[in-house]
Structure formats: C-alpha cells, structure tokens
T-cell receptor, first 111, second 114 residues
Framework: RKEVEQDPGPFNVPEGATVAFNCTYS??????FFWYRQDCRKEPKLLMS???SGNEDGRFTAQLNRASQYISLLIRDSKLSDSATYLC????????????FGAGTRLFVKA | SQTIHQWPATLVQPVGSPLSLECTVE??????LYWYRQAAGRGLQLLFY??????ISSEVPQNLSASRPQDRQFILSSKKLLLSDSGFYLC?????????????FGAGSRLTVL
C-alpha cells in the first residue's frame, strides 16, 4: 500500500463548479498535512496546511480526519486558473522530516 | 528572505555518464534539505533528505547518491546514469525547528538520459 494515495483524476469541471479531492495516508503517526499545487512542468507550491479542526482560505477548504486517516480539499467557484495538479502531502515520521507526496489529482477547469 | 537555487535547469546526458546536480539555500541556517524525482506524468518520489551536514537519509535504493558538504548545499550525484534516471529533479528546504515542516522547492532540473 502506498503511504499517500490520491485519485489521479483527471477531474474536468466547468467554471463555477465545486470540486472535492480526497487523500488517504497509511502511517497513523503522521504529524502534519498539506495540499500543494503543481502547474505543468513547474515546481510544487504550498496551497494550504490542513488542520484537524478544518481550515479555509478563500475558495479553498481543507479537512483532516485522523481517525480515518483521510484528508480532503474542497474548491468552490472554480476558476480557469485553478487548473493544475493538486498534491496531498504528509509528514510521515515522528521527527516530521520525512515528507511524502501523493501522486496528485489533475484538475481541468473549462470555460 | 530565503531563496533556493538549483542548477542546471536542463541537461541531456548519455547513458553511463556521471551526474551532478547542485542546490543551495540562502537566507536561513540549519535547513532540512530534500531531493525528489518526478518521472514524466508521475508523482514526486522522495530520494534523499538531510537534517544536517553529512547526515543523509536515503529512501530508495538506486544508483544515485547525495552529499551535504556545507550547511546550505545539497548535491545529487551518479557515477553512471541509467535511462530510468530521466526525470524532473527537485530540491527543497524546510525550517529545521518547524514542527509543520513546510517545504519550499527550487525550480527543478530536468534530466533526459539518452
């Protein structure tokens, strides 16, 4: 089993749609969680951290369920510029230094 | 402010040739440093991470090696490249004392082995 698993997609949605991505992780001792965004042929960039209480940043909402080892990202009112690959990221050891990326979920937002 | 530099940006190498990719971080001390590889259309694979000078953790057995000769310098090497070494190599850093361990990436080095 992979340490971090995501639905690879692609998700094809119209502008204005709401889309949700899911991610599961295998190591129950994982310390911290993130969503990164990667544009084509570019480096990944931090989108947002994920907290147990859930957190929101504008149109983006992230949720963490430690009991189910499940992370989600919700994007509301999708924009063309949201088209990218979204990477689920987990710090997988007690030192918090071993950072594992999921394979990513591809999103295409269409006009 | 902190910056991360990675070079070369692009390289084409024959099978069996050596490799050296370099990464340096400016504006911080004692960073955690990472090397990832991303094959075409695939996810990021953690290759090496380092929490200090000379301290290297290897995640995947392969013909690659990493070294950290200085606090803010991380080098990825190979003595003989394989076709399967082609990919997008990304260096990243994070703050040592940070529990959250947020990674910031360099712009990447795109390697094609022919």
């Amino acid at each position: 089993r992979k340490e971090v698993e995501q639905d690879p997609g692609p998700f094809n949605v119209p502008e204005g749609a709401t889309v949700a991505f899911n991610c599961t992780y295998s190591n129950s001792a994982s310390q911290s969680f993130f969503w990164y965004r990667q544009d084509c042929r570019k480096e990944p960039k931090l989108l947002m951290s994920v907290y147990s209480s859930g957190n929101e940043d504008g149109r983006f909402t992230a949720q963490l369920n430690r009991a189910s080892q499940y992370i989600s990202l919700l994007i509301r009112d999708s924009k063309l510029s949201d088209s990218a690959t979204y990477l689920c990221v987990v710090n997988a050891n007690t030192g918090g230094f071993k950072t594992i990326f999921g394979a990513g979920t591809r999103l295409f937002v269409k006009a | 402010s902190q910056t991360i530099h990675q070079w070369p940006a692009t390289l084409v190498q024959p099978v069996g040739s050596p490799l050296s990719l370099e990464c340096t971080v400016e504006g911080t001390s004692n960073p955690n440093l990472y090397w990832y590889r991303q094959a075409a259309g695939r996810g990021l694979q953690l290759l090496f991470y380092s929490v200090g000078i000379g301290q290297i953790s290897s995640e995947v057995p392969q013909n690659l090696s990493a070294s950290r000769p200085q606090d803010r310098q991380f080098i990825l090497s190979s003595k003989k490249l394989l076709l399967s070494d082609s990919g997008f190599y990304l260096c990243a850093w994070s703050v040592r004392a940070s529990g959250a361990n947020v990674l910031t990436f360099g712009a990447g080095s795109r390697l094609t082995v022919l």
